[in-house]
């Protein structure tokens, strides 16, 4: 399971994008997610003046915590250190990301898409600062198959930057990217200074969430 963070009052930006996609995952696959609720916790030595902005940083960034006593935390968590001195409940959750993958797959291909299995993107080809086409290679046999696209999305994940990389792009120095996470590439091209930078969704100070 991975939880869904309702969002870090201390980033405004991130904890307001957090939260919205907190609801709109809640909304679109609740099957999928375990509504099981968070604790913010602070314990003795803690920055007192932090805590007590708390409320009003959450407030701000539209995210409801809920002031609860270091009694009434430990009631709901008996595994919380005897050091609490302030608690706020959120609306976190944990979500079956395997089954969310497999639920998106088959929403895909009741849409008309089609799923290509064992199969490691080897190469892109581009023109004029855009990617025209995926190289990808069959693990199983050794064959190659080309597949023409107009916008790709790295989504690879832990191999993220590796993928990045057969586009002449290093995410690690990408000013779109944030905490070594990249959402879309709407346009990759190699390292030219002459050619367009590869683009994101979101702002560029905080492209992922």
Sequence with gaps: MIVIDGGSASDPAAAAECHRENLLLKKLAPHCIEDTGGLFVA???????YIADFPQMCSACGIPARPLTPTE???????????????????????????LSLDNMAAALQ???HLLRFSQVVGFETHAGRIRSVRLRNTL???????????????????AGQVAALAG?????????????????????????????????GPPDRAAA
């Design 73 to 99: 935390a430990r009631e709901m968590e008996p595994a919380l250190s005897d050091r609490v001195i302030a608690a706020f409940a959120v609306d976190d959750a944990a979500i079956d990301p395997f089954k």
């Design 169 to 201: 792009i290093d995410i690690r120095r990408c000013p779109y990217c944030h905490q070594g996470r990249l959402r879309v590439f709407m346009t990759l091209a190699p390292n030219n200074p002459d050619q367009p930078h590869p683009k994101a969704t």
């Design 43 to 49: 314990v003795a030595g803690d920055d007192e003046a």
């Design 111 to 113: 849409n008309g898409s």
């Design 141 to 159: 046999t050794g064959r190659e198959t080309i597949v023409r696209a107009d916008v790709v999305v790295n989504a690879a994940g832990a191999w």
